[in-house]
């Protein structure tokens, strides 16, 4: 007669058992790359991913990704709350044909990179964009080589800011944006705002605009070069440049000029 109740009961547990989530799929706060690495391992310290798209399914929200070794670890789409971190140089993508980083992530969400160089040129061909930011709260990079994305309009952006929605910022410091078609274009879309700052950061090398801020965006300069670019600064509609102070803005064709120039406090 008691045959019956423990079979009950052991069936109960295994549905229980099966109905929550296991620990094997559980996503990590932390996760690591390595050039050595596999992406069917679970992305941690002692068994790391190979690239960055196979780490961040393994990522929590609000988690981060860290590089451990030199390497390649290729294009990445962010739809969370993440921070990805290297040593400056030490991870790097590849971005031939596509996007470096495609950032499509939640209205409250906050993005952070350091220390990656995005590589879009090899060759004849060449990248669609460095970084391109559609969604998010706020994107925070520092310590990057943007390079080579030479791909026609609307592409070809070292950065590109084109929100669709709400009030995005970004700040961008003491990176290197070279030899793209546009060095940063901040272009939102939809009625959406999008404010950038760039501080320490050198822009060259351009075939287009080194900085373009169009209808709804809005650029804050400082401590930065634009220098061989074509030009230097643009703006349309009421796109607006707001230098800051202590910017070098030569040899372009032609400079440009700034907007609004606020002193710093």
């Known amino acids: 007669?008691?045959?019956?109740?423990?079979?009950?009961?052991?069936?109960?547990?295994?549905?229980?058992?099966?109905?929550?989530p296991g620990t094997a799929n559980a996503q990590a706060t932390?996760?690591?790359?390595?050039?050595?690495?596999?992406?069917?391992?679970?992305?941690?310290?002692?068994?790391?991913?190979?690239?960055?798209?196979?780490?961040?399914?393994k990522t929590a929200a609000g988690g981060a990704i860290s590089v451990l070794d030199p390497g390649g670890y290729g294009a990445v789409t962010i739809t969370k709350a993440i921070s990805i971190q290297s040593d400056p140089g030490l991870g790097s993508i590849l971005n031939v044909s596509t996007n470096g980083i495609l950032i499509n992530?939640?209205?409250?969400?906050?993005?952070f990179i350091s220390g990656l160089i995005i590589d879009g040129s090899t060759g004849?061909?060449?990248?669609?964009?460095?970084?391109?930011?559609?969604?998010?709260?706020?994107?925070?990079?520092?310590?990057?080589?943007?390079?080579?994305?030479?791909?026609?309009?609307?592409?070809?952006?070292?950065?590109?800011?084109?929100?669709?929605?709400?009030?995005?910022?970004?700040?961008?410091?003491?990176?290197?944006?070279?030899?793209?078609?546009?060095?940063v274009q901040i272009a939102p879309t939809g009625g959406a705002l999008a404010k950038v700052t760039l501080d320490r950061v050198v822009i060259e090398g351009s075939s287009g605009a080194g900085?373009?801020?169009?209808?709804?965006?809005?650029?804050?300069?400082?401590?930065?070069v634009l220098t061989r670019n074509a030009p230097g600064l643009a703006v349309t509609?009421?796109?607006?440049?707001?230098?800051?102070?202590?910017?070098?803005?030569?040899?372009?064709?032609?400079?440009?000029?700034?907007t609004d120039l606020v002193p710093l406090k």
């Not at 069917?40 to 690239?51: L, Q």
Request: aromatic content about 4%; proline content about 4%.
């Open 1 to 20: 007669m008691r045959f019956p109740i423990l079979l009950a009961a052991i069936l109960a547990t295994m549905t229980l058992s099966a109905a929550l």
């Open 211 to 224: 900085v373009l801020a169009a209808q709804g965006g809005s650029v804050r300069l400082t401590n930065s």
């Open 105 to 111: 992530a939640g209205a409250n969400d906050t993005v």
């Open 30 to 57: 932390r996760t690591w790359v390595s050039g050595v690495g596999d992406d069917v391992n679970p992305c941690s310290r002692t068994a790391p991913c190979k690239t960055f798209a196979g780490a961040i399914s």
């Open 124 to 183: 004849a061909s060449s990248g669609l964009n460095g970084v391109r930011f559609l969604a998010g709260k706020s994107l925070v990079m520092r310590d990057c080589i943007i390079r080579g994305n030479l791909a026609a309009d609307p592409n070809g952006n070292g950065f590109l800011m084109a929100n669709t929605a709400g009030n995005a910022s970004a700040l961008l410091s003491n990176c290197l944006i070279t030899s793209n078609r546009v060095g």
């Open 237 to 258: 509609g009421n796109g607006k440049i707001i230098s800051l102070g202590n910017n070098t803005i030569i040899n372009n064709n032609p400079d440009g000029e700034p």
